[in-house]
């Protein structure tokens, strides 16, 4: 494990982990309530915490999308964001040129490259941030709240870019979002007082903690789940998958298949 | 309140308020403390400033709780020092008292705002104002939290790309703390705009005049002085 961390209790929040083992690798979701301690929870992953007690064990190279992306812009240009880590020592292996080109076009950062990140708007800092820690390749990956200030086309692109990641690192996010962290992360810790150890299935944590509904789907959704009703947790994310969940519902209510 | 004509520019008396204020607190001299009480005195006779009722309270209340405060914070429980840190307080609220007749604060705000328009253009200054508030009061520890962010952001990127860095990583939390601190103020100064505050319309209160030059002249040479005497 690349990642241990024992008995330990976080400040302010109170946020006890008796016992957490990151998995290898993978995409998970930390979910829980405002203030219950996750982005806190991140700090002590990448060295930004100090607790008093319990052990903290991190042997893996962490990086970190923060929930602020200014706390993460530095440089008078994207281009310097992109590549002072770098200190310009491989700036001439074409392997690695290759990679800042494709890294500079997932994130459709060339129309901004030579701008000031000061001047850009939140969800493109949020780009150049991700675009950094794209470049600078961890074996774990925190992001909190990344999907803050993009538009739905940048939340598509960055859940396709995360699942093509799935198998080669291990991510864990941080986001309120449900409906986007459904659409495509089986599993995830609910971390409310107490951090869950083992990763629980999302729809289910979802179902068990997230209320109220914010929209009405989500409200029959809940409706339906609570009357045993053979839905996925899943269903109600996607309008078309949400119809033909209810329609073959409906088709077993007319036979009778279900009272 | 009862106050003449005012002897200068709002914005040279808001001078002589923050100057004077300093000159006082630094003051750790008697003969020094007794000519700044007789220049004060001087002042309200020429402009026959009269104190309110509750002005004149104040002035002997506010010394004494502070004298007290400073005596019963004080381990050794030093009377002379804690009688001296009661009359210079008293002394920066006597000024703060007289210049406060002499000129309104709105009149004072208003001025600063237009002359340094000048400089700033149309919006509005007093979000920065806010932030210098801010930093006083309550904005260091925040940014002392937002630097340590940068700092560990710093550290992560160079640890990721196996660099070793330069001596400019050190600095690198700069940026982003400058440039927070002016979007934040800049977001008060929006937010002031937007409940209607319009500085570009401030009516002008009151001329430059030669002696206005003189009495900014002449208070920024007692001014450092002083400083340069006392610290």
Known sequence: ?259 | MESSAAPANPLVMLQVLFLGLIIIFITNRVWLFGAEAAALTAVQWRYHIRMTRTEALGLIIGPGLWALLAYVNHRSGDVSGALWDGFRFGGALWLSIIIVHLSAPADMIQQLERTLKKWLGPRTIIGQMSLIALLVMRYIPALRVTAKRVNTDVRMRRHLAGHEGTWKDTLRFLTPLVMISILRSERIAESIWARGWRPNIIPVTAGWSKRDSVITAGVWIVFLLTWKVLI
Request: charged fraction near 20%; aromatic fraction near 10%; glycine fraction near 6%.
């Open chain 1, 1 to 259: 494990m690349a990642i241990v961390i024992e008995n330990v209790v976080l400040p302010y929040s109170g946020l006890r982990i008796p016992s957490w083992r990151a998995p290898d690798r993978g995409l998970y979701g930390v979910v829980g309530p405002n203030g219950s301690g996750k982005s806190q929870f991140f700090s002590l992953l990448y060295g930004g915490l100090k607790v008093p007690t319990g052990t903290v064990s991190v042997t893996a190279r962490v990086g970190c999308v923060m929930q602020h992306p200014e706390h993460q812009l530095t440089e008078s240009s994207v281009a310097e964001e992109l590549l002072w880590a770098f200190g310009g020592t491989k700036h001439t292996d074409p392997r690695w040129r290759r990679r800042v080109d494709q890294t500079v076009a997932r994130w459709q950062l060339e129309p901004i490259w030579n701008q000031s990140p000061w001047t850009l708007s939140t969800g493109q800092k949020r780009r150049v941030v991700l675009a950094v820690y794209d470049l600078l390749d961890p074996e774990v990956l925190l992001m909190d709240e990344p999907t803050e200030g993009l538009d739905r086309f940048w939340r598509t692109n960055l859940k396709n870019w995360l699942i093509s990641e799935k198998s080669a690192r291990l991510i864990l996010i941080i986001s309120h979002d449900w409906t986007w962290l459904l659409s495509f992360i089986e599993t995830g810790f609910w971390c409310e007082r107490v951090l869950d150890s083992t990763a629980a299935d999302l729809g289910r944590l979802w179902y068990c903690h997230n209320q109220p509904a914010s929209s009405p789907l989500e409200e029959l959704w809940r409706e339906l789940l609570s009357r045993n009703a053979p839905v996925s947790f899943r269903g109600w994310i996607d309008s078309e998958r949400a119809l033909q969940q209810v329609v073959k519902l409906w088709n077993q209510v007319q036979h009778r298949q279900i009272p």
